[in-house]
């Protein structure tokens, strides 16, 4: 069964910069899609960004608006990890940050309940 553990929250400075990392282990995970998403108190998680892969093909990445330009998301294979580089950050990005992966085509970055395999969060902080 798969199992993701995230790591690499902490605090920094607005416009500094942390690499997230989501380390899976119980499969490889060559065949899941994997996404990052967050989640602050009284919100609903809001899904940043996803890579995929079709028909065995090339892997793919998605990126929601509030990521664009400055998140990228990163798959190393060899460490069966998935990283989410995030630069320029903001005051308005705090908040706990998961891995998500699921196995389907019908996985949804918008929706967060369509995606079946979680880890437990990293608490990220922006604050001067």
């Known amino acids: 069964q798969l199992q993701l553990v995230e790591s690499g929250g902490g605090l920094v400075r607005p416009g500094g910069s942390l690499r997230l990392s989501c380390v899976a282990s119980g499969d490889s995970l060559d065949a899941w899609t994997v996404g990052w998403f967050r989640q602050v108190p009284g919100k609903e998680r809001e899904g940043l960004s996803y890579?995929?892969?079709?028909?065995?093909?090339?892997?793919?990445?998605e990126y929601a608006d509030s990521a664009k330009g400055r998140f990228t998301i990163v798959r190393d294979k060899a460490k069966n990890t998935v990283f989410l580089q995030m630069d320029s950050l903001r005051p308005e990005d705090p908040a706990v940050y998961y891995c998500?992966?699921?196995?389907?085509?019908?996985?949804?970055?918008?929706?967060?309940?369509?995606?079946?395999?979680w880890g437990q969060g990293t608490q990220v902080t922006v604050s001067s």
């Open positions: 890579n995929t892969r079709k028909n065995g093909g090339p892997y793919s990445a």
């Open positions: 998500a992966a699921d196995s389907s085509p019908y996985f949804d970055l918008t929706n967060w309940r369509t995606w079946g395999t």
